[in-house]
């Protein structure tokens, strides 16, 4: 059974940090990339950061990089996202995602999994 529960979302001032949890079964973490998107109000759902299956690789999007880091803990079959440096433009609901490769989940449109998502919201 493919299972994804994200957690970790909250209010946070710019400038402060979260940390996003992506709880993921057994099976979906052995099967599948994992990864993560957001969806700001009014806009499309975009690509965040992926990590592939061994955890020596990541890819962030161009607005991200240098603030966020996407790892993982193969014991906990868990993928985190650490957010630094936040700013009022990072407000989303984020959501943890399940891939077969890191080009699909990069792409978007080869996601076979959606977690429920959970709300960051920045405040400036």
């Known amino acids: 059974q493919v299972q994804l529960v994200e957690s970790g979302g909250g209010l946070v001032q710019a400038g402060g940090s979260l940390r996003l949890s992506c709880a993921a079964s057994?099976?979906?973490?052995?099967?599948?990339?994992i990864g993560w998107f957001r969806q700001a109000p009014g806009k499309e759902r975009e690509f965040v950061a992926v990590?592939?299956?061994?955890?020596?690789?990541?890819y962030y999007a161009d607005s991200v990089k240098g603030r966020f880091t996407i790892s993982q803990d193969n014991a906990k079959n868990t993928v985190y996202l650490q957010m630094n440096s936040l700013k009022p433009e990072d407000t989303a609901v984020y959501y943890c995602?399940?891939?077969?490769?890191?080009?699909?989940?990069?792409?978007?449109?080869?996601?076979?999994?959606w977690g429920k998502g959970t709300l960051v919201t920045v405040s400036s």
């Open positions: 995602a399940a891939a077969p490769t890191v080009a699909a989940m990069q792409s978007g449109s080869g996601i076979d999994y």
């Open positions: 057994v099976r979906t973490f052995s099967l599948y990339i």
């Open positions: 990590i592939n299956r061994s955890g020596s690789s990541t």
